[in-house]
């Protein structure tokens, strides 16, 4: 934003409690932002945080271009993956050509390449770039001056070129989110079904076991 417009700060629940939206011009072009609540706060319902974050989408008419996640760099935690699960849940199938991974604490690489450090990383971390297109970059928190204007130039320059691979439908809308959220559910529910016949099979075979070994001898079972 070339700003301090959104509040940020380390604390162990989300800072954001609401949707904010801000705008800004860089280089003569006008770029707005919303940024969500965190994804994961043990201090607020899972629903209350979807609903909230959903929101998000009807600020941006006529959709958005660029969904982007942003983690720190480092070990993909067991609460960054239940984040994961989570952007799943909001934003499913359509999403993901939406989507870019923003990595902060570039400066923790020291100099070594994104692409290296990740390669020899978390598998769960790996499979959520590959779904994202393997769109990724990291920025420098402290970054100023032209170290700073380059990584905003970079982000910039990857949503371009993820709304031209989009020129079909370069904004991710409120009616492809519930579109999205439809299926999801359809896919858990065929989940469940499916687990659930698994299940009841496992069982019936345990109980035509155990039916057939006291009532044989010996006990062969095929």
Not at 56 to 68: E, N, R, T
Not at 200 to 218: G, V
Request: hydrophobic share 35%; charged share 35%.
């Amino acid at each position: 934003m070339g700003d301090k417009r959104f509040k940020s700060a380390l604390s162990p629940s989300s800072v954001t409690a609401k949707c904010e939206k801000w705008d800004t011009d860089i280089n003569g072009r006008r770029i707005v932002v919303v940024d969500t609540p965190g994804f994961f706060d043990t201090n607020v319902p899972e629903d209350k945080s979807c609903k909230e974050i959903k929101t998000c989408v009807k600020y941006l008419y006529p959709g958005i271009h660029a969904i982007i996640q942003v983690m720190q760099l480092g070990r993909f935690s067991q609460e960054e993956k239940a984040v994961s699960q989570l952007i799943e849940k909001i934003f499913s199938l359509k999403a993901k050509a939406y989507m870019i991974i923003l990595f902060t604490r570039k400066d923790d690489l020291e100099g070594r390449p994104l692409r290296e450090f990740l390669l020899k990383g978390d598998a769960d971390l790996q499979k959520q770039i590959a779904q994202c297109g393997g769109r990724c970059l990291a920025f420098n928190n402290k970054a100023d001056g032209q170290e700073k204007d380059d990584q905003v130039a970079e982000l910039l320059e990857m949503i371009d070129q993820m709304v031209q691979r989009n020129t079909a439908a370069p904004n991710y809308t409120e009616d492809m989110l519930k579109k999205d959220q439809e299926a999801y559910e359809k896919m858990r529910r065929e989940i469940r079904e499916e687990l659930r016949g698994e299940i009841h099979a496992e069982l019936k075979k345990e109980m035509l076991e155990n039916l057939i070994c006291k009532n044989s001898s010996p006990c062969n079972i095929l």
